[in-house]
């Protein structure tokens, strides 16, 4: 092996070796533990011992999303974007052709709040995005986000919106008032909420939007008084505060997943869902539940479970929850209306950073673009928001409003992936990109996938690879990839369609759907000269190949 020094990186070429020789130098174990697994931890792979079995490509056999396989066309490996972007639907981008844009814009998941619209108007949404993926070659993944039972509005008797000025006495009240809404009645949806709030309490509407004084209470209702005016949007949070600490009464008692969430989730399954965002988590135990309730009743497909950290009791657990789930999304929207937002910017930090050391994808969600609602450009102060998360490199970015039912969905879309692009170059021309990631496995197995993980990450920023390939059933050894943050990109090629969509949420990973065959060298084979074919790698690019199946890392420069 005789390193040679290009434009563009050191590279490795090798001499043919004889086939009945061993082509693979060996290197010294570095655990005890390895010597009972009969092949070598680490195989750096002649070009000629690839060429010389190449199959005829049938490139049909590989499925990629159609967005990602123009961007590596047109830009390259090193230009694909890292930075996933969840798209909140809704009104405004309910259509096919408008959910085709988003697709178009590099949505990666397509997110359906079940606080809003019926199961019907969900169920079609979810139709569309199936169908946009089959038939026009896109790989949005689905995610469904329960409501939750915190203490909400109503929903303004029909009406889209309402004025509360300064000054003018409110009604909230627990009384079911349906469509016969007196004027400035709100109804709330938290039975106990009259008896628990006090005279002289503060009532906060979506954490300050609108705010009102408590000044009598009447049996069921409660008379406020407002003093910082504003809109009434429909099931707005409710948060009450005594003394400046947010009161959780019995409210706190509240089920995470109601009744009404438990028909949703049923309704996810069966609609076969990629992912479950369980909203206002305070413990694992729900998680826990829930992700055994799934796996009874989802036998095909793949469903992770998120879970949503917006609650302040979550904040004390937060490990125990993280560990417990398939991922974590920083809510900051009712994250901020229960804690000083001050200390929102802290505790988003804490959660990426413990995300990433439990290997778990985290989304920063909430207000990133909000006034692109309105305007067709963000406020710099956005623009520097969204920095600062990819910053992070928190796994993925969430539009609401800006694309629910915002003027601008897909300007919104536009700017998440420019500043994405743009920082992510910027990290890795500063070399910021060196997470020093603590040990997770609990067994050896897992450990050894782990540090397989690693040594080819660093490989591969050392050698400054084009792409890291991964062969993974699960997905488990592509997230461990993923979590290392790479300076290139990750290929997860995975046979199953569920895992693959999953994978859509994760950090730097481009999933490929491609059948495996029980030798994975075979699949490892097969892989390259289809990628060939479609035009997605070219001759001269590195490959670091990771296979857990195989336990090897191969270095590989493409003929
Ligand atoms: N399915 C829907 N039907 C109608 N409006 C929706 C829907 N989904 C979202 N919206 C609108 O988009 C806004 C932002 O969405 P989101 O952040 O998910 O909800 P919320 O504001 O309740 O936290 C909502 O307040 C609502 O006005
Ligand atoms: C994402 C959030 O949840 P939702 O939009 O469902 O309130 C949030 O509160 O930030
Ligand atoms: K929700
Ligand atoms: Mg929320």
Redesign the pocket.
């Known amino acids: 092996m005789t390193p040679s020094v290009t434009s563009k990186s050191l590279r490795f070429s090798f001499s043919i070796a004889p086939s009945h020789s061993n082509p693979y130098p060996k290197i010294p174990l570095p655990h005890p533990n390895f010597h009972q697994f009969p092949q070598p931890l680490l195989l750096l792979k002649p070009i000629s011992a690839i060429q010389s079995k190449l199959l005829v490509p049938d490139a049909g056999a590989i499925v990629v999303d159609r967005v990602t396989e123009s961007e590596l066309k047109e830009n390259g490996f090193r230009s694909t974007r890292r930075t996933k972007i969840v798209c ?4 405004q981008t ?1 259509g096919f052709d408008e959910l085709e844009a988003l697709a178009v814009g590099g949505m990666n998941v397509a ?3 079940m ?3 019926t199961r019907e ?2 169920r079609q ?1 979810i139709e569309h995005v199936r169908r946009l993926n089959e038939e026009k070659g896109f790989g949005v993944a689905v995610m469904m ?1 329960t409501e939750g039972s915190e203490i909400n509005m109503g929903d303004l008797g029909g009406a889209t919106s309402a004025k509360a000025e300064d000054g003018e006495i409110w009604t909230f009240t627990v009384r079911a008032l349906g469509l016969d809404c007196p004027d400035r009645t709100i109804t709330v949806n938290y039975d106990g909420f009259a008896e628990d709030v006090r005279v002289g309490d503060e009532l906060l509407v ?1 954490g300050g939007m609108v705010r009102f004084v408590v000044t009598e209470k009447i049996g069921p209702d409660v008379i406020c008084c407002c003093t910082d005016p504003g809109m009434l ?5 409710l948060t009450f505060w005594r003394d400046g600490s947010l009161v959780r009464e019995r409210n706190a008692m509240l089920p995470t997943i109601s009744s009404k969430d438990w028909l949703d989730i049923d309704f996810g399954i069966a609609e076969g869902v990629d992912f479950i965002a369980v909203s206002f988590v305070k413990s694992a135990e729900v998680i826990k539940h829930l992700k055994s309730y799934i796996a009874a009743r989802s036998l095909k497909n793949y469903i992770a479970v998120i879970a949503k950290l917006e609650n302040i009791d979550s904040l004390s657990n937060l490990e125990e929850i993280i560990l417990a789930s398939d991922g974590a999304m920083v809510a900051r ?2 994250m901020g209306a229960q804690i000083p937002l001050e200390q929102v910017p802290s505790v988003q930090e804490n959660i990426v950073q413990l995300c990433k050391q439990l290997n778990k994808p985290v989304i920063v ?2 207000q990133l673009l909000e006034s692109m609602v309105e305007y067709p450009i963000p406020t710099r102060a956005e623009v520097a928001d969204v920095s600062e998360a990819v910053g992070q490199q928190a796994d993925a970015l969430m539009l ?2 800006e694309s ?2 915002g003027h601008y969905p897909e300007k919104a879309l536009a700017v998440l992936r420019s500043v994405s692009l743009r920082i992510e170059r910027w990290l890795r021309e500063k070399r910021h990109s060196t997470l020093e990631v603590q040990t997770v496995s609990s067994s050896v197995h897992i450990g050894i996938q782990e540090e397989m993980c690693n040594a080819a990450v660093k490989m591969a920023n050392k050698l400054e690879a084009d792409a890291l390939f991964v062969y993974t059933k699960t997905g488990h050894m592509a997230s461990l990839l993923s979590r290392n943050r790479p300076d290139c990109p990750v290929f997860a090629f995975t046979p199953n369609s569920s895992v693959r969509r999953c994978l859509n949420l994760q950090w730097g990973l481009i999933p490929f759907c491609l059948s495996f065959s029980d030798e994975m060298e075979s699949n490892l084979r097969r892989s390259f000269p289809l990628l060939k074919a479609r035009g997605m790698i070219n001759s001269g690019d590195l490959i670091i190949v990771v296979s857990d199946q195989l336990r090897s890392i191969q270095v590989i420069n493409v003929s």
């Open positions: 909140t639907i809704g009104p309910c997110r359906i709040n606080c809003h619209g108007w969900h949404v986000d979506d949007l429909p099931r707005a949070n929207g009712d969600a909430s609401s409003g629910a039912m």
